[in-house]
Nanobody
Framework: QVQLVESGGGFVQAGGSLRLSCAAS????????MGWFRQAPGKEREFVAA????????PYADSVKGRFTISRDNAKNTVYLQMNSLKPEDTAVYYC???????????????????WGQGTQVTVSS
């Protein structure tokens, strides 16, 4: 079992930046591929970014590519999402998730993930 806690969300103007953190407890984060997802009101939860267990493979959604960067510090049991050039359409609740499978490429599908955090709200004003 692993517990995930997101932090770092908030209110920011368009063009601004935020850094989200996802702290894990209960198991070593190095056992998991990690993903970030987001869900806006009335919409499905969607993939944002993922990172494999050692950090060498990092797929992104097209909508955030070039603006967001996912990273991990296994020694700190923490995964990060650096979000730059934020847009109003980035407004959502952001969730981190952990995947126990051992494939080299972290999954984009939300159903592949075994554990989820409670989410952190990001609001971007125009």
């Amino acid at each position: 079992q692993v517990q995930l806690v997101e932090s770092g969300g908030g209110f920011v103007q368009a063009g601004g930046s935020l850094r989200l953190s996802c702290a894990a407890s209960g198991r070593m984060l190095s056992s998991f591929a990690m993903g970030w997802f987001r869900q806006a009101p009335g919409k499905e939860r969607e993939f944002v970014a993922a990172i494999n267990r050692i950090g060498g493979i990092t797929p992104y959604a097209d909508s955030v590519k070039g603006r967001f960067t996912i990273s991990r510090d296994n020694a700190k049991n923490t995964v990060y999402l650096q979000m730059n050039s934020l847009k109003p359409e980035d407004t959502a609740v952001y969730y981190c998730a952990a995947d126990m499978t051992t494939g080299s490429v972290p999954p984009r599908g939300k159903y592949a993930y075994d554990y989820w955090g409670q989410g952190t709200q990001v609001t971007v004003s125009s």
